[in-house]
């Protein structure tokens, strides 16, 4: 059983900024790739940012600048840092996570998602 938990959405203005975090929990040997990706009202899910498996990041041209992504491979963890929101941002943050759960088992997992909500 493997959990992953999205936390720090918000209700924020145009030009703010929220730290979106995910912690994985459960029956883990490692984790390959972690990353997030967000789904507006009527859209398709898109990627936002991720890590691969080597550790290389990875980000959406519009994100660039704006977002970055950060890990803490001890306690499971990958944070989201965004800055000068806009309303178009606003959308469900879901974080994904590839896990190694044995040999030959790896699993895509996602969180329930976190609300991020740009608005004046």
């Known amino acids: 059983q493997v959990q992953v938990v999205e936390s720090g959405g918000d209700l924020v203005q145009p030009g703010g900024s929220l730290r979106l975090s995910c912690v994985v929990s459960?029956?883990?040997?490692?984790?390959?790739?972690m990353g997030w990706y967000r789904q507006a009202p009527g859209k398709e899910r898109e990627l936002v940012a991720m890590?691969?498996?080597?550790?290389?990041?990875n980000y959406a041209d519009s994100m660039k600048g704006r977002f970055t992504i950060s890990r803490d491979n001890a306690k499971n963890t990958v944070h989201l840092q965004m800055t000068s929101l806009k309303p178009e941002d606003t959308a469900v943050y879901y974080c994904n996570a590839n896990v190694l759960q044995g040999p030959q088992r790896v699993f895509s997992y996602w969180g329930q998602g976190t609300q991020v909500t740009v608005s004046s």
């Open positions: 890590f691969s498996s080597g550790g290389t990041t």
């Open positions: 459960g029956s883990i040997f490692s984790i390959n790739g």
